[in-house]
């Protein structure tokens, strides 16, 4: 069944990704929506519907929980038929927080329990794919849905693979027809014509030309092709990609991906590397309309030596009797033989010959049946028979309620059941086949005890307005006569709610209506209109400890214009207009009063704004109103604006909080996560190039802040990967002391450009020296290697996330 995550549901997902916690989709709601279009798009704003539409739940057994693929996954609902009775058209799923996940709208559906004889159930089973990626991994579900569903998918699969393979022997290992698939190079871009290919038996169609884009020139591109499953179905999935030497493989979930070349491409030239058929039409018109000489062809002349009959003679002969192992016997000949022979047969088979007497008897025999019942007939062999057989009457025919039978199972006398014919049981012995209700009994003119649905239709004997010919009649309890005038003893009613009895409804002995013992009045014991007080307000009855309706704007359309700033207002609706106030003009005051007069508090609704403006203040301890803060709600504040979708935060726990990816280049949907997408896009990575694209991945690495022409970093792409490196720099030396001499020495400079940036060289150095009492000579400088695999500051790893 076709479902709608709902918008609850998707940001439900979103959180369970984000926090790594498992989805768990526990039950199916069914209901009856009123006025429902069951061809409307699903609402995936609206929330469950009220309890009073709902009519069923079904909690969903681990067992009837199952994945297609790892972003499939399909829940079933089995309904048996001692479930029952409503209707609906509406059904959802509900996860373990009550959180509607998905929905499904379908027409009208019965769903009617088994009740035998009177009615006759059915069973319902509705099963809901929920689809979105990584659906496997997030619910945890490690149970094949062709385990619990009775489904036809492993034989299918099996017919699609016969189905493969038999096109396989046909196409062989690539089949492309025509100029199908073919890349052709438009001016500085490359395109796929349409058209039909085959490969490794797997037909896949282009319908238009559609372009192809390759970030590199020159390269190779390449077709994969692979059947997939995609909901309840299996079909043709292919791409191009553009990498050298592709080979076939088998993705994670399964699938056999087959990989053929389709051209080389250089800046200049499209080298063709498909296996091209000329085929325009279908395939046996392809080939019956080939000619030219096949080396293989049978019959490729007209001549008898072509076909190796050199040595048959030419003669030839009408004669049916000829016996010449030189002549060859025309069709006129073998005519006549074979017409000779089918007349022979035929008089063989219908018996003309004395041969053909063999299946009949010489002589036709009787063949007959005698005892309880007669019958004969005569048989020669020529055709099957049949007898007859004749039953003697016994008994004349009648219904009887005993019968007599003999050992043969023959009825051979009937009388009626006496009353001696049944026994004198006790009730109580009867162990089975009692039956325990009135319906049992057949009887269709009573009304059961307990929950029933049956209603009395009660008459009047007599018409009149006589209480004694009324159509229902209530005696006193306990069936005595009038003499007994206890109230214990009153007509009553008693009402139940449950198990609980609410109450009873009963007359005394004076003819007054009681519920629970006390008085119901009516006309004929109270009169308005005498007894009532008619005021209209509560001074009027004297009530002072009371409300009066419009105070403090209670139970009014305006409330009363107050100096909002007094401390110690009542505690109600006011509201100030136009004037000096440290709360807000023109604004709907709610005052809240303290346990003491001195303290309140107010919160206040500006009016007249095109967005509201909640307001709220205090009284401090010394006795003054704190200053007036605003309540932010959406319509003033987007939180979305606080954190926008792509800021890059750093978290210092491993588990990111919810709304947060982990920036690790992974693959997320383009969908779900749109928000994202839009501002991001493919800049780190196109994903599936479809239905996903990929997160930055900052694992590992330092930020720094894009160049943006500054200058400093120049010639770099926003989100582009740099690799390590040292400025340029140089070293100091000096040498050993050897007798008293001094030298000059020339500074050395290294320019270390490593990709790790943290070696230093020995530099051997031929240095030039002036000294009274040493003379020339040479001395070795060594600069010592330091540091480690990488050039890098003082840090601490933290998590970095991306707000999706």
């Given amino acids: 069944m076709g479902a709608s995550i709902t918008l609850a549901g998707e940001s439900l997902i979103a959180q369970k990704m984000g926090s790594q916690q498992r989805l768990e989709v526990v039950r199916f709601v069914f209901a009856n929506v009123p006025d429902l279009n069951p061809n409307a798009p699903v609402n995936r704003a609206a929330a469950k519907p009220p309890a009073a539409q709902i009519v069923h739940s079904y909690t969903i057994p681990q067992q009837n929980v199952g994945y297609v693929n790892p972003n499939q996954v399909v829940y079933s609902s089995m309904l048996g038929s001692d479930v029952g009775d409503f209707d609906w058209n509406w059904i959802g799923l509900e996860t373990a927080e009550n959180v509607l996940l998905a929905v499904a709208y379908v027409p009208l559906q019965q769903k009617r329990k088994n009740i035998p004889p009177l009615q006759l159930g059915n069973n319902v089973t509705r099963n809901i794919l929920v689809v979105f990626d990584g659906a496997q991994a997030l619910t945890g579900i490690t149970i094949d849905a062709s385990t619990w569903q009775h489904d036809f998918t492993v034989r299918l699969k099996g017919i699609d693979e016969r189905e493969r393979l038999s096109n396989r022997d046909v196409f062989g290992r690539a089949c492309f027809f025509g100029s199908a698939f073919q890349v052709e190079k438009v001016g500085s871009a490359y395109q796929l014509n349409p058209g039909v290919a085959y490969i490794e038996g797997v037909r896949i169609e282009l319908t238009k030309v559609s372009p192809v884009v390759s970030t590199q020139i020159p390269t190779q591109s390449w077709l994969q092709v692979s059947l997939r499953r995609e909901l309840n179905d299996v079909v043709a999935s292919w791409k191009v990609v553009f990498a050298p030497d592709q080979v076939d493989y088998v993705t994670s979930d399964g699938a056999q991906v087959y990989c053929v070349p389709l051209a080389d491409l250089t800046a200049s030239a499209v080298s063709d590397r498909r296996t091209v058929e000329a085929i325009n039409g279908p395939l046996i018109q392809h080939l019956a309309a080939r000619n030219g000489d096949y080396q293989n062809l049978r019959a490729r002349a007209t001549t008898k030596s072509d076909v190796g009959l050199g040595n048959l003679p030419n003669a030839i002969s009408d004669d049916d009797t000829t016996n010449d192992s030189l002549i060859l016997a025309t069709t006129k000949a073998v005519n006549a033989v074979r017409l000779a022979l089918q007349d022979a047969i035929k008089k063989l088979i219908n018996g003309t010959t004395p041969a053909g007497k063999a299946k009949q008897l010489e002589t036709a025999r009787k063949l007959s049946i005698s005892g309880a019942g007669t019958g004969s007939v005569d048989f020669d062999g020529t055709a099957d028979v049949d007898i007859r057989l004749t039953m003697p009457d016994i008994v004349a025919a009648w219904k009887y309620t005993k019968v007599t039978v003999n050992s043969k199972g023959l009825v051979v006398s009937g009388e009626y059941l006496q009353p001696?014919?049944?026994?004198?049981?006790?009730?109580?012995?009867?162990?089975?086949?009692?039956?325990?209700?009135?319906?049992?009994?057949?009887?269709t003119n009573a009304l059961p005890l307990g929950l029933t649905s049956k209603r009395p239709q009660l008459y009047a004997p007599a018409p009149g307005r006589e209480f004694y010919t009324g159509a229902l009649e209530i005696r006193e309890a306990m069936l005595v006569t009038d003499t007994q005038n206890n109230f214990d003893y009153a007509p009553r009613i008693q009402f139940h709610w449950g198990g609980v009895v609410a109450g009873d409804l009963a007359m005394d002995v004076s003819g007054v209506l009681q519920w629970k013992g006390l008085p119901i009045w009516t006309a004929h014991n109270f009169t308005p209109a005498v007894k009532a007080d008619k005021a209209t307000t509560l001074a009027g009855y004297g009530i002072t400890d009371a409300i009066q309706t419009g105070k403090c704007g209670l139970a009014s359309s305006s409330a009363a214009l107050s100096p909002i700033d007094t401390i110690g207002l009542p505690g109600g609706f006011h509201y100030f207009g136009a004037g000096q106030t440290t709360f807000e003009q023109y604004v709907s005051v709610l005052n809240i009063p303290y346990g003491s007069s001195a303290y309140a508090g107010q919160i206040g609704l500006q009016q007249g704004t095109p967005e509201p403006r909640a307001l709220i203040r205090s009284v401090n301890n010394a006795g003054n109103w704190t200053p007036t803060r605003e309540l932010w709600h959406s319509g003033n504040l987007n939180p979305s604006s606080i954190v926008p979708p792509g800021t890059i935060v750093a978290f210092a726990m491993a588990t990111p909080p919810p709304g947060f990816f982990k920036a690790n280049g992974a693959a997320v949907s383009r969908i779900t996560y749109g928000a994202l997408f839009a501002q991001i896009g493919t800049s780190y990575g196109a994903g599936d190039g479809v239905n996903t694209f990929n997160l930055p991945d900052l694992r590992g690495t330092f930020l720094r802040g894009w160049d943006d022409s500054?200058?400093?970093?120049?010639?770099?792409?926003?989100?582009?990967?740099?690799?390590?490196?040292?400025?340029?720099?140089?070293?100091?030396?000096?040498?050993?002391?050897?007798?008293?001499?001094?030298?000059?020495?020339?500074?050395?400079a290294l320019n270390i450009t490593t990709g790790q940036g943290g070696g230093h060289y020995s530099v051997g150095a031929s240095l030039s020296a002036n000294s009274g009492s040493a003379g020339a000579h040479n001395h070795n400088i060594t600069v010592d290697a330091s540091g480690g695999i990488e050039a890098r500051p003082v840090n601490v790893a933290m998590v970095y996330c991306i707000k999706y």
Avoid at 420 to 426: E, F, G, M, W
Avoid at 711 to 740: I, K
């Fill in 420 to 443: 001696s014919d049944v026994p004198a049981l006790d009730w109580s012995k009867i162990s089975s086949g009692k039956p325990t209700t009135l319906e049992g009994y057949g009887i």
């Fill in 710 to 748: 500054r200058g400093l970093d120049a010639n770099r792409g926003l989100g582009t990967l740099q690799g390590s490196q040292n400025a340029s720099h140089t070293h100091g030396a000096s040498s050993d002391v050897q007798g008293a001499h001094s030298h000059g020495i020339w500074p050395i």
